[in-house]
């Protein structure tokens, strides 16, 4: 079975600048999250996805983040403009309906901001 | 608001011996607690949970144990491996309602190295 697969794995942006990363979850995993990992951190969600509709977006900054799930499947997070403070690791995770605290994480993202 | 956190930023153990993992939790409407293991360049992967009407869960070499009225848990990995070094992250999540609903919240992560 195919794990989570994000791309790209590196991105190097100056300041202001956007960026998109892409996700595709396990084949048949219902919910897809993203996730903003800082360094020394634990990952924090940032919009978790049902299907194609949001389940919870109240730690996604909303003023230069955006997401999408078309058709339900892949999914893209975009930032616009880009800051600092957004260089992180973003992880893409995926589950089972019903199963959501076993998630399925991928590769991750780093996201450096200079 | 750090309603998981994992105190100790690292722990080294030498192989053959126990490596302890410890977690503390604030918000009591917490109903699973789950370790994942992230290597370098991975994202983290599920090891073991517990739920809270547990107090302990044992899979192979890992075991988690759950104190509720401490709130309070630990992750046990006897005998502890060269391959165990990873970050280990503790997570909970809750569907009692809140803001917590349904969301896994994990502490920062301990660094475990494991001589040999």
């Known amino acids: 079975e195919a794990g989570v697969a994000q791309s790209p794995r590196y991105k190097i942006i100056e300041k202001r600048q956007s960026v998109a990363f892409w996700c595709n979850p396990i084949?048949?995993?219902?919910?897809l999250y993203w996730y903003q990992q800082i360094l020394g951190q634990g990952p924090k969600l940032l919009i978790q996805?049902?299907?194609?509709?949001?389940?919870?977006d109240s730690q996604l900054p909303k003023d230069r983040f955006s997401a999408e799930r078309l058709k339900g499947v892949d999914s893209t997070l975009k930032i616009q403009p880009a800051k600092l403070e957004d260089s992180a690791v973003y992880l893409c995770?995926?589950?089972?309906?019903?199963?959501?605290?076993?998630?399925?994480f991928g590769p991750g993202t780093r996201l450096t901001v200079t | 608001d750090q309603q998981v956190k994992q105190n100790s930023p690292s722990l080294s153990v030498q192989e053959g011996r126990i490596s302890i993992l410890n977690c503390d939790y604030t918000?009591?409407?917490?109903?699973?607690f789950l370790w994942y293991k992230k290597y370098p360049a991975e994202g983290p992967t599920f090891l073991i949970s517990?739920?809270?009407?547990?107090d302990k869960n044992e899979d192979g070499r890992f075991t988690v144990f759950l104190n509720k009225s401490a709130k309070h848990l630990s992750l046990h990995i006897v005998p502890s491996q060269p391959g165990d070094s990873a970050v280990y992250f503790c997570?909970?999540?809750?569907?009692?309602?809140?803001?917590?609903?349904?969301?896994?919240?994990f502490g920062q992560g301990t660094i475990l190295t494991v001589h040999p």
């Open positions: 997570a909970a999540i809750s569907y009692a309602g809140g803001t917590s609903y349904g969301k896994l919240t």
């Open positions: 084949s048949g995993h219902a919910t």
């Open positions: 517990i739920s809270s009407i547990k």
């Open positions: 995770a995926s589950s089972p309906e019903g199963d959501s605290y076993e998630q399925y």
């Open positions: 918000n009591s409407m917490f109903d699973y």
């Open positions: 996805f049902q299907n194609n509709g949001v389940v919870d």
